[in-house]
């Protein structure tokens, strides 16, 4: 129970608060706050279960460490490494598939000629391919935002919430890039717009979260 003062400020500090806000939410001044994280005063109990409201997290973790708290950051990073694996992957399937019905498949303007019946084949085929691990994409992009929000209990820090969302937006751009910028048929905004929508449902996670934090700082006040 020594270290009480260190985890205060651990947990302000990977809250992204000051200790002014702090104070405010627990209606003492910021001297009060800054004495609790320096070791120069020892907040009773009350006050702990206090400081607990605000951040969201258990008196023991305020007692013992916040390993709830670092489990939660790392179940956060491994999830978005984990999304930004798969998403990509599905994605360079679509494009693939669809840069090669363009490049080795490509159906000609006008009227079919004979012999490319069977070329018309291969390009549909692969063109409902295409399709469709497209869709699968977009559908394994939705249900990472919704499990990835239903299982954050507790407050992520800002910075954590855009790295992971820079991580899904690089991984998933770069997925279709070269199919994109070797095709001959399609132009780089087809190949963009699912890897946009994935992000957008991404930033539209982001923003959800942040108003989910926001929510429970106003019911400690």
């Known amino acids: 129970m020594?270290?009480?003062?260190?985890?205060?400020?651990?947990?302000?500090?990977?809250?992204?608060?000051?200790?002014?806000?702090?104070?405010?939410?627990?209606?003492?001044?910021?001297?009060?706050?800054?004495?609790?994280?320096?070791?120069?005063?020892?907040?009773?109990?009350?006050?702990?279960?206090r400081y607990g409201e605000v951040y969201g997290?258990?008196?023991?973790?305020?007692?013992?460490?916040?390993?709830?708290?670092?489990?939660?950051?790392?179940?956060?990073?491994?999830?978005?490494?984990?999304?930004?694996?798969?998403?990509?992957?599905?994605?360079?399937?679509w494009a693939g598939l669809r840069w090669t019905a363009s490049r080795f498949f490509p159906i000609q303007e006008g009227q079919m000629q004979a012999g490319m019946q069977k070329v018309w084949e291969q390009h549909r085929l692969l063109a409902e391919l295409s399709e469709k691990a497209e869709g699968l994409s977009l559908v394994i992009a939705w249900l990472a935002v919704v499990v990835l929000a239903l299982r954050l209990e507790r407050p992520v820090p800002l910075r954590e919430k855009l790295s992971c969302l820079g991580i899904l937006a690089?991984?998933?751009m770069a997925a279709v890039l070269p199919f994109a910028l070797a095709?001959?048929?399609?132009?780089?905004?087809?190949?963009?717009?699912?890897?946009?929508?994935?992000?957008?449902?991404?930033?539209?996670?982001?923003?959800?979260?942040?108003?989910?934090d926001a929510l429970r700082g106003r019911k400690t006040t």
């Not at 009060?32 to 070791?39: D, I, K, L, P, R």
């Open 2 to 49: 020594t270290d009480i003062h260190s985890h205060l400020k651990a947990l302000r500090r990977a809250r992204e608060l000051t200790q002014e806000a702090v104070a405010r939410q627990m209606g003492l001044t910021r001297q009060a706050v800054s004495s609790h994280e320096s070791g120069r005063t020892q907040p009773d109990l009350e006050t702990l279960a």
């Open 57 to 93: 997290v258990s008196l023991q973790e305020i007692l013992y460490g916040g390993s709830r708290s670092e489990r939660q950051l790392r179940r956060l990073r491994r999830a978005a490494w984990t999304v930004g694996a798969v998403l990509p992957i599905c994605n360079a399937l």
């Open 170 to 172: 690089a991984l998933t």
């Open 183 to 212: 095709d001959p048929v399609f132009g780089l905004a087809d190949y963009t717009v699912t890897p946009l929508r994935q992000i957008l449902w991404g930033a539209m996670a982001v923003l959800v979260l942040l108003t989910v």
